[in-house]
Nanobody, 124 residues
Framework: VQLQASGGGSVQAGASLTLSCVAS????????MGWFRQAPGKKREFVAAINWSGSVKYGDSVKGRFTISRDNAENTVYLKMNSLKPEDTAVYSCAADRDRYSIVRVFPVNYHYWGQGTQVTVSS
């Protein structure tokens, strides 16, 4: 299984970015997908997740600004990030749930497959 995240970059505060994560090698459909981020010196933080049915959850710090979506035909999950702030600066990683057809999960322990991460830097 491979998860390839892309779309990061360096932007000014207030700008938008869309991250993509392409999953390959997952057997069958139904896997929930999540985005997590980690800034230097900080713990990994839950950003957003979407399950097999399209139910979503967001971390409190990104609610109303970020939108997660998925394209099952393309095995891709997206994270649309609007109104970016300097505190959004981090390495963003996508992950696939260890179970199929589960509820939306927000804890890293529930995710079995991880991508390599993409850097997002927001300057003021």
């Amino acid at each position: 299984v491979q998860l390839q995240a892309s779309g990061g970059g360096s932007v000014q505060a207030g700008a938008s970015l869309t991250l993509s994560c392409v999953a390959s090698g997952l057997t069958g459909n139904g896997y929930g997908m999540g985005w997590f981020r980690q800034a230097p010196g900080k713990k990994r933080e839950f950003v957003a997740a979407i399950n097999w049915s399209g139910s979503v959850k967001y971390g409190d710090s990104v609610k109303g600004r970020f939108t997660i979506s998925r394209d099952n035909a393309e095995n891709t999950v997206y994270l649309k990030m609007n109104s970016l702030k300097p505190e959004d600066t981090a390495v963003y990683s996508c992950a696939a749930d260890r179970d199929r057809y589960s509820i939306v999960r927000v804890f890293p322990v529930n995710y079995h497959y991880w991508g390599q991460g993409t850097q997002v830097t927001v300057s003021s």
